[in-house]
């Protein structure tokens, strides 16, 4: 796992705890603290595999990411969660676009 992601121009640091994370009373594999920039990520028993810490990571960056650039639509569950999969998918897939990006 990763210590921290550069979103923008701002660090987050990454946490994994074995604490049930709560967001409005419900529990959830990640969340995200914009004040403290940390994200924290669930390594409790329905944390199955890296490919669900991976894709939980990318939910709470994408959360992060759309906060950082003053977008409301962070809050935006459907759409974060949306954003979240597809850049998964397309980073995955795509080696080539990706060297493309960091050239
Ligand atoms: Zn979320």
């Not at 759309?66 to 795509?94: K, M, P």
């Amino acid at each position: 796992m990763v210590e921290s992601v550069l979103i923008d121009t701002v660090r987050y640091r990454v946490e994994q705890t074995k604490e049930t994370i709560l967001v409005d009373g419900h529990a959830c594999h990640g969340d995200v603290d914009y004040n403290q920039t940390r994200i924290r990520l669930s390594c409790d028993g329905a944390m199955l595999g890296e490919g669900r810490k991976v894709q939980t990571l990318m939910h709470e960056i994408v959360h992060a990411l759309l906060y950082e650039r003053g977008r409301q639509e962070h809050e935006n569950e459907e759409l974060v969660d949306a954003l979240a999969s597809g850049f998964v998918n397309l980073i995955r897939e795509n080696p080539g676009l990706m060297e493309l990006i960091r050239k």
